[in-house]
């Protein structure tokens, strides 16, 4: 069953709490790293100018901005400002904020009735989820490092964004840490749900699930509906006491079609009664 998520479920309450804990997070880290990148580019060049140089220029008319981090980073490792992990990890941070800016789309896959869109390890066939929850922590910690480990050796650009971002800040933290509540929360009553599902497609007779066939193709046609011989199938599966929610799994179509065989199949036994 957790291999499987019935087509066009919409995602659970706890589910839309980790994309919005996602979003918040995404918010924090774009500003964290932007806001960085800006104090270091605009410090390191107001120091250079002070003293007739260019560090962050790469010999060419006009030096791309990736190269300018690039040539950053190593000016603050050479004046000791940061060390060669601290500019791995800047590297990396900045990579993951261009993921955000540009494929965000792979950082939300994961949740939802399309995950088995996430990218599979080639090695043990499992999930790679490419979010990652230690992002915001470690973009917010690296910024507080880097700006301190500057302050002896560059001149300070000032900036108001921390005083601008402020009040975004605390209420994404606070919101973050109310969501999460609720996602463990949900995480609990739907493990409860999917062990009691688990139970009831167990209980289900081996010689019922071959007379049914619940994965065959020929149950369903392209437009996704059952067919008579999947309606059949339904209707052996109910009578062997699973739940809509155990059907659809089995038969890997959508909980709301499910459920709209269940009342036919109800229906039907009323009739015959």
Not at 53 to 78: I, Q
Not at 153 to 161: G, I, L, Y
Not at 168 to 193: C, D, F, H, P, S
Request: charged share 25%; hydrophobic share 40%.
């Amino acid at each position: 069953m957790k291999q499987h998520r019935p087509q066009g479920m919409a995602p659970t309450t706890w589910e839309a709490d980790i994309l919005k804990i996602r979003a918040f997070e995404m918010v924090m880290i774009l500003f964290y790293l932007e806001d960085l990148r800006e104090f270091i580019m605009g410090s390191i060049q107001f120091t250079d100018k002070l003293h007739g140089l260019n560090r962050l220029s790469d010999g060419k008319p006009r030096t791309k901005e990736g190269k300018k981090m690039d040539l950053a980073r190593g000016v603050l490792v050479s004046e000791g400002a940061i060390s060669q992990a601290e500019s791995d990890e800047l590297f990396a941070l900045v990579d993951y904020r261009n993921l955000i800016g540009h494929k965000i789309h792979e950082l939300t896959v994961d949740v939802g009735t399309y995950s088995d869109l996430t990218h599979i390890d080639p090695e043990t066939y499992k999930p790679i989820p490419a979010y990652d929850y230690t992002a915001a922590k470690r973009a917010k910690k690296l910024r507080l490092k880097v700006m301190k480990g500057m302050m002896a050796r560059f001149v300070m650009q000032a900036s108001m964004s921390s005083l601008k971002f402020e009040a975004a800040e605390k209420t994404y933290l606070t919101e973050i840490e109310r969501l999460k509540k609720r996602v463990n929360k949900g995480i609990e009553q739907t493990n409860k749900v999917i062990a009691k599902t688990n139970l009831i497609i167990q209980s289900i007779p081996e010689s019922v699930k071959t007379a049914a066939q619940p994965y065959h193709p020929r149950n369903i046609r392209e437009n996704g509906s059952l067919t008579k011989a999947g309606g059949g199938c339904a209707f052996q599966l109910f009578d062997a006491k699973a739940t809509p929610l155990a059907v659809a799994y089995m038969m890997r179509i959508s909980l709301r079609s499910a459920n709209l065989w269940f009342k036919k199949w109800h229906t039907s036994k009323a009739r015959s009664s």
